[in-house]
């Protein structure tokens, strides 16, 4: 069974040239800094035109192995964080399969205990 992340941004207008070049920096650094060449990283759909509103969807499939499981969802979300703070006045919306996964303001997108290291440590003990 595979898990994905989803996430999305709408709003009414278009990116912005800045917006845009703002979201490229961010994928270029997030996927040289992505810990695993064999795993999907962040990956942004093409919308290539009117979505509804839709100004920036993609989804990224969580790993089988559990010791890449959390070490991706925190590098997927930590991206998605960093897109959203490059692009303001959209609605987002990020989820796990059926399981929205909260926004704060603070620390952006996260699960609890995503970033335990003890919680970390438990799971990539598991064989």
């Known amino acids: 069974m595979s898990v994905s992340v989803y996430y999305s941004a709408r709003r009414s207008e278009p990116l912005t040239g800045p ?7 961010v994928v270029a650094a997030r996927t040289a800094s992505f810990p695993y060449d064999d795993e999907e990283d962040l990956h942004l759909y093409d919308l290539g035109g009117d979505e509804g509103g839709e100004i920036l969807a993609g989804s990224t499939k969580l790993p089988s192995d559990p010791d890449r499981w959390l070490p991706v969802l925190t590098h997927v979300l930590d991206s998605v964080t960093e897109l959203r703070r490059a692009v303001g006045r959209a609605e987002w919306h990020v989820h796990m399969d059926d399981v929205d996964v909260p926004w704060d303001e603070n620390e952006g997108y996260a699960l609890p205990g995503m970033r335990d290291a003890e919680l970390a440590a438990e799971l990539g003990g598991l064989d």
């Not at 917006?19 to 920096?25: H, I, N, P, S």
């Open 19 to 25: 917006e845009t070049a703002a979201v490229e920096r």
